[in-house]
């Protein structure tokens, strides 16, 4: 018994000190990296290749540098002693991450890296002896200052009979493995035009995937720019990340390699795998820019924009009657309570905050269900456009003075000697969001474009963004009394000036049945308008009953309130609202085409020059356009003579092909201009016009030299 | 509609007056004109780079806690350079770009007594403390060189050596870049290895 405990001890104690003996060896530490030699076996057999590693360690706000370090620093080496015979290959380098600290941008990892190199173990290595491996290690780690490090490890693996199991050997190996990048699936090219590079990768995945980020890390120094943005867009099934040419840029036969990083959202989170490339670059003769603002934009920016295209919008023909409303009542109150005038302000942001909401969750829900929908959407249903096209309608008749509802849902109803509800100046809000959904204002095509590829919550944030640019005006406005009294003096002028301002709400109401008749064809109108007369008559007889006795004056509004409800059941049962068939709205006439995705790809396969206009009839901006500047003769003659197709694509229905054409270009609405140029061009890329077009604008577009001629 | 006439005008101003105005980014481009500076000098007086016509000039940027450079400097490569330099009449410029704060930040009275001590004879030193020259010339290691011939044109950007580490005992092994350039520029030859890749520290910028 005492024997047995004695050789127990004996064994513990021998234990230990072979553990300890190997700690001081495989391990080594410094103050910032703990390092440890891995192999993928606990024993070898004579000819084995296996896995051997370091596993750096390194505390926080450190970091050890990739094989090209970037704009400073240096790689870690590894220097192996091995047995006679035995061979080791390169460091298999983990995808690195960008470390950059203002114009300096680096290549490195953080918190821990495992660096694996395959050893083969020489063949005639005898069984029972040992294979002592040394690792020489030496790396560079930084955070703001720099420190060089080196540490010696070193273990011992016995060699075994063939047919002896060789063991697992570390479990980190496996890990290692899965931070390594992997292999291209996917074809790629790399064009080269002066000091640009483009990656160009396919795979039908990507319009689908949620791709957030893309990163090139470049295997040398001076191929690229390391600071330099690297833009990149989607475009139908391509991905191309575009890159600056460095201080020792390709030579001609030199190969770009590196690692292209895809950072993609997904259940469980943002996952980023790195894809080794190398090729040849294939000079070009251009380079299509891509447009920064999108898809890639920032949410920053696009807050920024959303507030700009929100406070531009008050400036939309229509928005801007129902704003100078807003305006009139305020200059009739400059003169009273400044607090009430506050709250009026408030009241209004409030609506409009809460519309934008409502839409936005709208927009989020039917986004979730999958539709391919964007922003003015609701357009697309023929009933939306009917009950705007009423409350337009009543809008003008209250503007008119057929009817006043006093301090009711109707703030602008109410007349302008009438202070009172809060709940007025909300609505009014509420009215300013629906009339201003049909337009589209500058800026805002890209912030809801990026919106709507975004989580939820930025989704609302850039909605609510837009909503206090349309808000603000009338805001600042409101809570400054001192501004107030620059405004205009109240008087006779107010009440003709809103009289008149009934007229751009019947032209809007007019406008707004035309949308309808498109949609949902001419039995549609005579509904709509059938709807608009007893609309009025409800007003008249309501109005002209208000003032009588208790019974004439609940009578006189039952029976306005009975043929309201019939009006809006008749429209509401007698409109068609089955989609109309894609397509349908535009016919093919003698200056542009019909759209379909067909003869889009068919003129571009045969090298013709496109211009490409996506449009709606509910979107005013569109309208505008294609009158100041597509339908003028000289760009006419400009598409002839330039052999240019006009394509029309209509999005007053909905259209997923349209829908999903719009998202190609980062954008979620109308309208949308790209001019795809033709194959005798110096372009090679779409070029996607502004949303506020002149004639000169789209000449110069399509016929680059003629515009010249003209200048000389 | 006579909105529609108006709005357009109105929109296409404003989207004028919103355009972003892009900063360009000038980098010293070999062959190129090197860009112009001024900054403040270690003895107290100012650089100004357009006063310098007519002279060969090197920036050196440094940072004297930087393993590279003590690398450079304890094995006296780098003060032997600058001595080389300076009796072929050339401007040996130091810059220190390191942000207040930082590593390598110091005074101008320290920066002469560091090369007191360290046997370094550069011509003067350049205080960079904001980063502006730096910027200006994308400085991005300690140490990094500069040269400019003596119309104003650059001729040489990169590190020192061929062998990027922080060991004195390779310094024997490695192409020193800057001692070749001496020679070519000494024998009035065009600097052929006129870009190379530089090593070392980050520049320790502000942000």
Redesign the interface.
């Known amino acids: 018994m005492l024997q047995l405990r004695s050789i127990i001890f004996t064994l513990i104690v021998l234990l230990l000190c072979t553990g300890a003996l190997q700690a001081s060896t495989f391990e080594a530490s410094t103050d910032q990296v703990k390092a440890q030699l891995i192999t993928s076996v606990d024993a070898v057999h004579p000819g084995d290749e296996i896995l051997v590693g370091v596993q750096e360690r390194i505390i926080p706000h450190w970091h050890t540098y990739w094989v090209n370090p970037g704009?400073?620093?240096?790689p870690t080496t590894i220097d192996y002693v091995l047995p006679k015979g035995s061979t080791v290959g390169d460091i298999q380098w983990p995808t690195p991450r960008r470390i950059v600290?203002?114009?300096?941008t680096?290549y490195g990892y953080e918190n821990e890296v495992i660096l694996l190199s395959k050893v083969k173990v020489p063949d005639d290595i005898q069984v029972g002896k040992e294979f002592p491996i040394q690792a020489k290690v030496?790396w560079?780690v930084?955070d703001?200052?720099?420190?060089?490090q080196k540490v010696d490890l070193a273990l011992t693996l016995p060699v075994v009979l063939p047919g002896i199991a060789s063991g697992n050997g570390s479990p980190l190996i496996k890990a290692a493995q899965t931070t390594l990048p992997v292999n291209s699936p996917w074809p790629f090219s790399i064009a080269k035009s002066g000091n640009t590079l483009a990656i160009r990768v396919t795979d039908v995945q990507f319009k689908k995937s949620n791709i957030k980020h893309v990163w090139f890390y470049p295997e040398k120094?001076?191929k690229i720019v390391h600071n330099a943005e690297q833009p990149w867009k989607i475009s139908g099934d391509t991905l191309e990340i575009q890159l600056k040419s460095g201080?020792?840029p390709l030579a001609g036969d030199e190969k770009l390699s590196g690692i292209l990083t895809l950072t993609i959202d997904g259940a469980a989170g943002s996952v980023t795998q790195g894809y080794q490339l190398s090729a040849h670059a294939e000079t070009v003769s251009t380079i299509g820019a891509i447009d920064a603002q999108a898809p890639d934009l920032v949410l920053s920016s696009a807050l920024l924009l959303a507030l700009?295209g929100g406070i531009?919008l008050n400036?939309?023909?229509c928005v801007?009657p129902v704003l100078s409303i807003k305006a009139l009542a305020l200059i009739k109150h400059a003169n009273h309570n400044s607090i009430e005038n506050k709250l009026h302000g408030l009241a209004y942001t409030l609506g409009i905050l809460v519309s934008f909401t409502l839409l936005g969750g709208l927009l989020i829900i039917l986004k979730a269900g999958g539709a391919q929908i964007g922003w003015g959407f609701q357009f697309q249903s023929p009933l939306f456009v009917l009950g705007v096209a009423y409350l337009m309608f009543t809008v003008g008749l209250s503007l008119s003075g057929v009817f006043s509802i006093g301090g009711s849902v109707m703030g602008i109803g109410s007349s302008l000697a009438n202070r009172s509800g809060y709940s007025g100046s909300f609505f009014t809000g509420v009215l300013a969001t629906i009339v201003a959904t049909p337009c589209t204002?500058?800026?805002m095509g890209a912030a809801l474009g990026f919106a709507l590829t975004q989580p939820p919550a930025t989704l609302l944030t850039v909605f609510l963004s837009l909503g206090l640019g349309l808000a603000l005006p009338y805001l600042i406005l409101s809570q400054w009394p001192s501004l107030q009294r620059r405004l205009p003096k109240p008087g006779v002028w107010m009440d003709r000036l809103k009289q008149g301002l009934a007229f751009?709400m019947y032209?809007a109401a007019v406008w707004l049945v035309w949308v309808l008749a498109q949609q949902a064809g001419i039995n549609s109108v005579a509904i709509a308008l059938g709807g608009m007369v007893i609309i009025a008559f409800s007003a008249w007889l309501y109005e002209s009953t208000k003032t009588g006795i208790k019974s004439t004056q609940r009578s006189g509004a039952g029976v306005a309130g009975l043929s309201l409800w019939l009006a809006l059941i008749g429209s509401y049962l007698g409109i068609d609202t089955s989609p109309a068939s894609p397509l349908s709205n535009v016919e093919t006439s003698s200056t542009f085409e019909a759209y379909s995705p067909a003869r889009l790809s068919q003129l571009r396969t045969e090298g013709k020059p496109v211009f490409l206009n996506l449009t709606a009839a509910w979107c005013i901006s569109c309208l505008?356009?294609e009158?100041?500047a597509l339908s003028q003769d000289s760009v006419i003659q400009a598409f002839k003579e330039a052999d240019v197709t006009y394509l029309k694509g209509d999005w007053t229905n909905r259209d997923d092909e349209i829908t999903r054409l719009l998202a190609e270009f980062g954008r979620s609405g109308v309208p949308l201009y790209v001019y795809y140029p033709g194959k005798n061009s110096p372009l090679k890329n779409p070029i996607v016009l502004?949303q506020?077009l002149?004639p000169d604008l789209v000449i110069r577009t399509v016929k680059p030299s003629l515009s010249r001629e003209k200048e000389v | 509609m006579f909105l529609h006439r108006f709005y357009p005008l109105a929109l296409l101003s404003l989207i004028l007056s919103f355009l972003a105005i892009t900063t360009v980014n000038a980098e010293p481009v070999i062959d190129k004109p090197a860009p112009l500076f001024t900054g403040a000098a270690a003895d107290g007086s100012t650089i100004n780079l357009a006063d310098l016509r007519g002279k060969t000039v090197i920036l050196e940027w440094t940072n004297h806690e930087c393993p590279f450079v003590v690398k450079h400097y304890e094995s006296g490569n780098i003060p032997n350079l600058q001595k080389q330099a300076v009796a072929q009449g050339i401007v040996w410029l130091q810059v220190i770009t390191s942000a207040p704060g930082k590593e390598g930040n110091v005074t101008g009275e320290v920066a002469q007594k560091l090369n007191a001590h360290r046997g370094a004879t550069p011509t003067n030193t350049v205080l960079d403390g904001n980063g502006s020259i730096g910027k200006l010339y994308g400085a991005t290691n300690t140490p990094q060189f500069f040269i400019i011939d003596p119309k104003g044109v650059l001729v040489y950007k990169g590190g020192i050596d061929s062998i990027p580490s922080a060991d004195q005992s390779d310094i024997g092994k490695a192409e020193n870049y800057i001692s070749a350039a001496l020679a070519d520029l000494a024998a009035g030859r065009k600097i052929a290895k006129a870009v190379t890749k530089p090593y070392g520290c980050s520049v320790k910028y502000a942000s």
């Open positions: 704009d400073s620093g240096l600290l203002g114009p300096v680096n030496k560079l930084c703001e200052i720099c420190i060089p120094w001076g201080d020792e700009l531009v400036l939309m023909p801007f204002a500058p800026f751009p032209a505008v356009n009158k100041v502004p506020i002149t």
